[in-house]
């Protein structure tokens, strides 16, 4: 596609339950970011993918998040045990050049 | 400290008006870039303009201008001749040096008057 594509674009879960957000970037980016925005805030760094690289993932507030990289392409980002300080727009971004960042539409996550 | 500030949570500016939205870094990396985004309603990010640290000349883009201020550490962005459609969510952004992760503002919504 030509730009990047996240889903779901909105989802309501209950606390505790797992979730999936997905990201597919735009085709040849090599770098791909996650990043979160809660209500009245800026932007929030969660994981960095480059290239074949391990990913940083030094800002994921928890270890009840994780992403995945599949093939260098669609990214996976999972919440498990969900709660309801995890509500909050998930934006995922991606780049070929070093500031070419072109962000998704995002993921409005709410936890009830 | 914050790495980027943005003290405008909201602004207004009448149609055709030029408006100013405020920013201020803070890094003492001597090579940075700096970004600014528009958020509308849809919640995509759109990239705007950028400015280099070392770049000499103020960024421009179309009506975008960006007031690049390297010893006050503020880099304002200039809408020119504003549009309803210029109505969303801007915010401020930086990168230090080679390191990927961008500083994001907490953002200034703008509305356009009619």
């Known amino acids: 596609g030509a730009g990047v594509s996240q889903s779901p674009s909105n989802k309501v879960t209950e606390k505790g339950k797992d979730v999936e957000l997905r990201c597919d970037p735009i085709?040849?980016?090599?770098?791909l970011y996650w990043y979160r925005q809660s209500l009245g805030q800026g932007l929030e760094f969660l994981i960095y993918?480059?290239?074949?690289?391990?990913?940083?993932k030094s800002g994921l507030p928890s270890d009840r998040f994780s992403a995945e990289r599949t093939g260098g392409s669609v990214s996976t980002l999972t919440i498990q045990r969900t709660q309801q300080e995890d509500s909050a727009v998930y934006l995922c971004?991606?780049?070929?050049?070093?500031?070419?960042?072109?962000f998704g539409s995002g993921t409005r996550l709410t936890v009830v | 400290a914050q790495k980027i500030t943005q003290t405008q949570p909201g602004m207004f500016v009448q149609e055709k008006e030029a408006v100013t939205l405020d920013c201020t870094y803070d890094?003492?990396?001597?090579?940075?870039?700096l970004f600014w985004y528009k958020q509308p309603s849809s919640g995509e990010m759109i990239f705007l303009i950028y400015q280099g640290s070392y770049d000499q000349q103020n960024a421009t883009e179309g009506r975008y201008s960006l007031n690049f201020q390297k010893a006050r550490k503020s880099a304002n962005l200039v809408i020119s001749a504003s549009h309803l459609g210029d109505s969303a969510m801007y915010f401020c952004?930086?990168?230090?040096?080679?390191?990927?992760?961008?500083?994001f503002g907490t953002g200034t919504s703008l509305t356009v008057i009619p």
């Open positions: 952004a930086m990168r230090e040096g080679m390191l990927y992760q961008f500083y």
């Open positions: 993918f480059q290239g074949n690289s391990a990913p940083d």
């Open positions: 971004a991606s780049s070929l050049v070093r500031w070419g960042y072109t």
């Open positions: 085709s040849g980016h090599t770098a």
């Open positions: 890094t003492s990396d001597p090579s940075y870039g």
